[in-house]
């Protein structure tokens, strides 16, 4: 019996094979090296080539391309596409280029912005009931009765506690500029009887009524590291300073509150450009909130948290260690924040002499000496950065005795020396530092985490508390980048302190003006010197903040390679006057190369 015969291939068929086998030959191709569809590439272009980089090879270039969520190139547009050509012809032909979109003629574009010191929870918790804008104390009780009245479930039960937050008496007219008291709150039938309780602006006060006094059993005459006011009678007024805040019994947030307060904060600072915050004090509760939103993939952007316990007791095994942790990679907690002193504002600054406005006072050391250094040593055995809070010349004094200690192997435990390049501990705020210890920063290599805004909102008082000597030495923004041996200086907002939008910051920085434009020394800025170059201050905010986090070879540039975080902006805060770059709004906000805010 003859064996059947195939029947012969027609010309038609046989080209049907070829295109199918290329086209399961393509699939192969694509999924084993992973390269993902046109969807997920595109290419920016700036015909006037505004397209700022922070990349010391090519500042500015006309487009960079994204693929996935990283910079896949950057250069001209011709040079782009020559290159992806060369390196995936075939896919050329098949699917075409990437989509290219040309941003408007006035918009830039920056890498993203980070905030390196904030405090996000607490944030959103100010954003309940703002104080900022108050000019008196009455002013402010009618911004609390305003709450009560527009919150029915307060208004029912005065046994609810208010709390509100930015109160600031440096900003009261005349008499008024004083610290307040309980008895300006219960001078209201509204207010009085009620537990209330109201944080200074910088977070380190709190104003109580008679109502929360009275709930505060038993206070000691003294509190280490903290201060009751108290009258000429030895009663307590309503003003606690610093660790006696602790005494007022205000109830814990609950996870809904947490909640609230989160996301409020994460929709405006995705709103101003922010890409990545570096949170200032972030307790146990706080992590374990934020590390089951990492887990969901509710974090919209990138988080470097620094941990913190109110103890003098090593407290690191409370603190989980997690890097790039969650379903996007986005949360990291490998540093720590100690506190030294207070702030200047609520005369808490820890100052070697007394204050010029007030001799009966060098302010607070919210910690012994000691008991800082051992926590300093033994987080720094344990592996973790250690960032520290110091506002006057003698925090920022002792702070930088117990890192050179350790830096030069002269430290309480041995003789082994910290490598600080590798360790890159941060003085937070490095506000106000003698002449001997700026130059003593440059020699250890510390980094210094400044907050712009801090100096034009203390300009109006900050000379009149340290007097014309000490002056010198604070907000000394240019001369800490100067002497910086790694050419870096963090550049953050200490929000809710300040505002969110970090442009305020980078205002401040090249312009030394408060936001009406006016300082001490008038148009042209308040100790106009210290002032940052725009280039510089941009730096700040993107490269060096990566670089204070151990990210700069993943983030804080438009480099090829590195993540796909970017702000478009309607103007060129580079070139526009001063006022304009207040002006500028935010057109789109991208993360991990894809758009969080606005519209690419």
Same mark, same amino acid.
């Given at each position: 019996?003859?064996?059947?015969?195939?029947?012969?291939?027609?010309?038609?068929? #046989?080209?049907?094979? !070829?295109?199918?086998?290329?086209v399961?030959?393509?699939?192969?191709?694509?999924?084993?090296?992973?390269?993902? &569809?046109?969807?997920?590439?595109?290419?920016i272009?700036?015909?006037?080539?505004?397209?700022?980089?922070v990349?010391?090879?090519?500042?500015?270039?006309?487009c960079?391309?994204?693929?996935g969520?990283?910079?896949?190139?950057?250069?001209?547009?011709?040079?782009?596409q020559?290159?992806?050509?060369?390196? !995936?012809?075939l896919?050329?032909?098949?699917?075409?280029?990437?989509?290219?979109?040309?941003?408007?003629?006035?918009?830039?574009?920056?890498?993203?912005?980070?905030?390196?010191?904030a405090?996000?929870?607490?944030?959103?918790?100010?954003?309940?009931?703002?104080?900022e804008?108050?000019?008196s104390?009455s002013?402010?009780?009618?911004?609390?009765?305003?709450?009560?009245?527009?919150? %029915?479930?307060v208004?029912?039960?005065?046994?609810?506690?208010?709390?509100g937050?930015?109160?600031?008496?440096?900003?009261?007219? $005349?008499?008024?500029k004083?610290f307040?008291?309980a008895?300006?709150?219960?001078?209201?039938?509204?207010?009085?009887?009620? &537990?209330?309780?109201l944080?200074?602006?910088?977070?380190?006060?709190?104003?109580?009524?008679?109502r929360?006094? $009275?709930l505060?059993?038993?206070l000691?005459?003294?509190?280490?590291?903290?201060?009751?006011?108290?009258?000429?009678?030895?009663?307590?007024?309503?003003?606690f300073?610093?660790?006696a805040?602790?005494?007022?019994?205000?109830?814990?947030?609950?996870?809904?509150?947490m909640?609230?307060?989160?996301?409020?904060?994460?929709?405006?600072?995705?709103s101003?450009?922010?890409?990545?915050?570096?949170?200032a004090?972030?307790t %146990?509760?706080?992590i374990?909130?934020?590390?089951?939103?990492?887990?969901?993939?509710?974090i919209?952007?990138?988080l470097?948290?620094?941990?913190h316990?109110?103890?003098?007791?090593?407290?690191?095994?409370?603190?989980?260690?997690?890097?790039?942790?969650?379903?996007?990679g986005?949360m990291?907690?490998?540093?720590?924040?100690?506190?030294?002193?207070?702030?200047?504002?609520?005369w808490?600054?820890?100052?070697?002499? /007394?204050?010029?406005?007030k001799?009966?006072?060098?302010?607070?050391?919210?910690s012994?000496?000691?008991a800082?250094?051992?926590?300093?040593?033994?987080?720094?055995?344990?592996?973790?950065?250690?960032?520290?809070?110091?506002?006057?010349?003698?925090?920022?004094?002792?702070?930088?005795?117990?890192?050179?200690?350790?830096i030069?192997?002269?430290?309480i435990?041995?003789?082994?020396?910290?490598?600080v390049?590798?360790?890159? /501990?941060?003085?937070?705020?490095?506000?106000?530092?003698?002449?001997?210890?700026l130059?003593?920063?440059?020699?250890?290599?510390?980094?210094?985490?400044?907050?712009p805004?801090?100096?034009?909102?203390?300009?109006?008082?900050?000379?009149?508390?340290?007097?014309?000597?000490?002056?010198?030495?604070?907000?000394?923004?240019?001369?800490?980048?100067?002497? #910086?041996?790694?050419?870096?200086? &963090?550049?953050?907002?200490?929000?809710?302190?300040?505002?969110?939008?970090?442009l305020?910051?980078?205002?401040?920085?090249?312009?030394?003006?408060?936001?009406?434009?006016?300082? &001490?020394?008038?148009?042209?800025?308040?100790?106009a010197?210290?002032a940052?170059?725009?280039?510089?201050?941009?730096?700040?905010?993107t490269?060096?903040a990566a670089?204070?986090?151990? #990210?700069?070879?993943?983030?804080?540039?438009?480099?090829?390679?590195?993540?796909?975080?970017?702000?478009?902006l309607d103007?060129?805060?580079?070139?526009? /006057?001063?006022k304009?770059?207040?002006?500028?709004?935010?057109?789109?906000?991208?993360?991990?190369?894809?758009?969080?805010?606005?519209?690419?």
């Open positions: 019996m003859a064996k059947s015969q195939p029947p012969p291939q027609t010309k038609s068929h #046989s080209k049907k094979s !070829v295109i199918v086998g290329t399961v030959a393509l699939a192969g191709f694509l999924f084993s090296n992973r390269i993902p &569809p046109n969807l997920n590439e595109y290419t272009c700036s015909k006037s080539g505004a397209i700022y980089t990349d010391e090879t090519s500042p500015q270039v006309k960079f391309s994204v693929k969520d990283r910079i896949s190139d950057t250069g001209t547009l011709q040079e782009i020559a290159r992806r050509s060369e390196a !995936v012809g896919l050329t032909r098949l699917f075409g280029s990437p989509k290219v979109t040309i941003i408007d003629g006035n918009a830039i574009v920056v890498p993203g912005l980070t905030d390196a010191h405090h996000i929870v607490e944030n959103g918790f100010k954003m309940q009931l703002e104080l804008n108050c000019k104390i002013e402010v009780l009618d911004q609390v009765k305003a709450y009560i009245l527009s919150h %029915p479930e208004h029912n039960d005065p046994s609810k506690w208010i709390e937050f930015g109160w600031d008496q440096t900003r009261w007219s $005349g008499s008024e004083r307040p008291a008895a300006d709150l219960d001078a209201d039938p509204l207010l009085k009887g009620r &537990p209330i309780a944080r200074r602006v910088d977070g380190h006060a709190m104003w109580v009524s008679g929360a006094l $009275g505060t059993h038993d000691p005459e003294e509190v280490e590291g903290g201060l009751i006011i108290r009258d000429s009678k030895g009663v307590p007024t309503g003003i300073l610093d660790n805040m602790a005494l007022v019994p205000v109830p814990a947030w609950t996870d809904e509150q909640a609230l307060f989160f996301d409020s904060t994460m929709k405006a600072a995705l101003y450009g922010l890409t990545s915050i570096h949170d004090d972030t %146990p509760a706080m374990a909130f934020m590390k089951k939103q990492a887990e969901a993939g509710q919209l952007m990138r470097y948290l620094m941990g316990l109110d103890s003098d007791e090593y407290w690191g095994s409370e603190i989980p260690r997690l890097i790039n942790y969650g379903k996007h986005r990291t907690v490998r540093s720590i924040k100690l506190y030294t002193d207070g702030a200047l504002g609520s808490g600054a820890a100052l070697l002499e /007394p204050y010029s406005d001799p009966d006072t060098t302010g607070i050391m919210r012994t000496p000691k800082l250094a051992n926590l300093v040593e033994r987080f720094w055995k344990d592996g973790w950065q250690v960032n520290i809070h110091c506002i006057g010349d003698r925090a920022n004094h002792i702070v930088l005795d117990i890192f050179e200690g350790l030069e192997g002269k430290s435990g041995g003789t082994v020396k910290a490598n390049t590798e360790w890159r /501990p941060r003085i937070e705020h490095a506000q106000i530092m003698t002449m001997d210890d130059q003593r920063m440059k020699r250890l290599c510390i980094i210094p985490s400044v907050q805004t801090h100096a034009t909102s203390d300009m109006w008082y900050a000379e009149t508390r340290l007097g014309p000597n000490r002056i010198k030495g604070a907000y000394a923004y240019k001369t800490l980048l100067r002497g #910086s041996p790694h050419h870096v200086l &963090p550049i953050g907002s200490d929000f809710p302190v300040e505002g969110v939008n970090p305020l910051g980078f205002y401040a920085a090249v312009s030394r003006l408060s936001v009406d434009g006016t300082s &001490p020394h008038g148009e042209q800025g308040w100790y010197s210290e940052l170059s725009r280039a510089q201050a941009l730096k700040g905010m490269l060096d670089y204070a986090s151990f #990210s700069e070879n993943e983030l804080g540039s438009l480099t090829k390679g590195k993540k796909a975080d970017f702000v478009v103007r060129d805060i580079m070139r526009v /006057p001063f304009e770059i207040l002006e500028t709004k935010v057109l789109a906000t991208v993360v991990d190369g894809k758009v969080a805010y606005g519209a690419l």
